[in-house]
Protein backbone atom coordinates (compact mmCIF):
# COMPACT_ATOMS: atom_id res chain seq x y z
CA UNK A 1 0.00 0.00 0.00
CA UNK A 2 0.98 3.88 -0.64
CA UNK A 3 2.42 4.84 2.60
CA UNK A 4 4.57 7.33 3.92
CA UNK A 5 5.77 6.68 7.54
CA UNK A 6 7.08 9.44 9.79
CA UNK A 7 10.13 9.48 12.59
CA UNK A 8 12.15 11.50 14.68
CA UNK A 9 10.19 13.80 16.53
CA UNK A 10 10.82 14.38 20.62
CA UNK A 11 11.35 16.69 23.34
CA UNK A 12 14.01 18.77 22.59
CA UNK A 13 15.21 22.58 24.22
CA UNK A 14 15.23 25.49 22.61
CA UNK A 15 18.04 26.37 20.67
CA UNK A 16 18.31 22.59 19.58
CA UNK A 17 18.01 20.60 16.69
CA UNK A 18 15.84 17.59 15.63
CA UNK A 19 15.89 15.92 11.98
CA UNK A 20 12.71 14.88 10.94
CA UNK A 21 12.19 11.42 8.44
CA UNK A 22 9.81 10.61 6.74
CA UNK A 23 9.86 7.11 4.28
CA UNK A 24 8.04 6.14 1.45
CA UNK A 25 6.69 2.94 0.43
CA UNK A 26 4.49 1.43 -2.55
CA UNK A 27 5.59 4.09 -4.97
CA UNK A 28 8.16 5.72 -6.87
CA UNK A 29 9.06 8.73 -4.63
CA UNK A 30 11.79 10.15 -7.60
CA UNK A 31 7.97 11.00 -9.05
CA UNK A 32 6.70 12.99 -6.08
CA UNK A 33 7.07 16.76 -5.15
CA UNK A 34 7.54 16.45 -1.39
CA UNK A 35 6.88 18.88 1.63
CA UNK A 36 6.28 19.42 5.34
CA UNK A 37 3.28 20.80 7.38
CA UNK A 38 2.89 21.27 10.76
CA UNK A 39 -0.29 21.73 13.31
CA UNK A 40 -0.21 23.20 16.91
CA UNK A 41 -2.85 22.25 19.19
CA UNK A 42 -6.16 25.02 18.59
CA UNK A 43 -4.42 26.06 15.17
CA UNK A 44 -4.68 25.69 11.38
CA UNK A 45 -2.33 23.18 9.47
CA UNK A 46 0.60 25.57 8.30
CA UNK A 47 2.81 24.47 5.46
CA UNK A 48 6.42 25.16 6.24
CA UNK A 49 8.38 23.94 3.06
CA UNK A 50 8.34 21.78 -0.10
CA UNK A 51 10.85 21.03 -2.65
CA UNK A 52 9.73 20.05 -6.64
CA UNK A 53 10.15 16.15 -7.90
CA UNK A 54 12.78 17.65 -10.12
CA UNK A 55 14.65 19.55 -6.86
CA UNK A 56 14.60 22.77 -9.17
CA UNK A 57 12.36 24.92 -6.76
CA UNK A 58 12.11 24.69 -3.28
CA UNK A 59 10.17 26.80 -0.47
CA UNK A 60 9.89 27.81 3.20
CA UNK A 61 7.23 29.48 5.55
CA UNK A 62 8.67 32.96 7.14
CA UNK A 63 8.55 31.32 10.23
CA UNK A 64 10.97 28.78 9.73
CA UNK A 65 13.27 30.35 6.50
CA UNK A 66 16.95 30.24 7.64
CA UNK A 67 16.41 27.35 10.75
CA UNK A 68 14.99 24.72 8.85
CA UNK A 69 15.78 22.45 5.57
CA UNK A 70 14.25 20.49 3.57
CA UNK A 71 16.05 17.48 1.14
CA UNK A 72 15.50 14.32 0.05
CA UNK A 73 16.96 11.14 -0.76
CA UNK A 74 15.54 9.12 -3.82
CA UNK A 75 17.38 6.33 -3.46
CA UNK A 76 16.15 5.73 0.26
CA UNK A 77 12.95 6.87 -0.83
CA UNK A 78 13.31 9.02 2.39
CA UNK A 79 12.41 12.70 3.07
CA UNK A 80 14.00 15.10 5.62
CA UNK A 81 13.28 18.20 7.62
CA UNK A 82 16.35 19.37 9.26
CA UNK A 83 15.11 21.99 12.37
CA UNK A 84 17.74 23.68 13.70
CA UNK A 85 17.71 26.70 16.36
CA UNK A 86 14.11 25.61 17.57
CA UNK A 87 12.22 27.66 19.83
CA UNK A 88 8.98 27.15 21.46
CA UNK A 89 6.50 28.37 19.08
CA UNK A 90 7.96 25.54 16.64
CA UNK A 91 6.14 22.71 18.89
CA UNK A 92 3.76 21.35 16.89
CA UNK A 93 2.92 18.28 14.94
CA UNK A 94 4.49 17.55 12.00
CA UNK A 95 3.32 15.68 8.88
CA UNK A 96 4.83 15.13 5.99
CA UNK A 97 3.50 14.76 2.32
CA UNK A 98 4.00 13.53 -1.19
CA UNK A 99 2.00 14.85 -4.30
CA UNK A 100 2.11 14.68 -8.25
CA UNK A 101 0.08 15.92 -10.72
CA UNK A 102 -2.06 14.32 -12.90
CA UNK A 103 -3.25 17.17 -15.00
CA UNK A 104 -2.73 20.57 -14.68
CA UNK A 105 -5.55 21.24 -12.02
CA UNK A 106 -6.06 17.79 -10.65
CA UNK A 107 -3.36 15.46 -8.62
CA UNK A 108 -2.50 12.86 -6.01
CA UNK A 109 -1.61 13.25 -2.20
CA UNK A 110 -0.24 10.49 0.27
CA UNK A 111 0.23 12.10 3.95
CA UNK A 112 2.19 10.60 6.90
CA UNK A 113 0.58 10.15 10.32
CA UNK A 114 2.33 12.95 12.18
CA UNK A 115 4.87 12.96 15.07
CA UNK A 116 5.31 15.59 17.69
CA UNK A 117 7.55 17.83 17.93
CA UNK A 118 7.77 19.72 21.20
CA UNK A 119 10.37 22.31 22.51
CA UNK A 120 10.28 23.76 26.00
CA UNK A 121 13.04 23.96 28.85
Known amino acids: QLQLVESGGGLVQPGGSLRLSCAASGFTLNDYGIGWFRQAPGKEREAISC????????NYADSVKGRFTISRDNVKKTMYLQMNRLKPEDTAVYYC??????????????WGQGTQVTVSS
Open 51 to 58: ISSSGGST
Open 97 to 110: YAYVYTTTTTWNEY
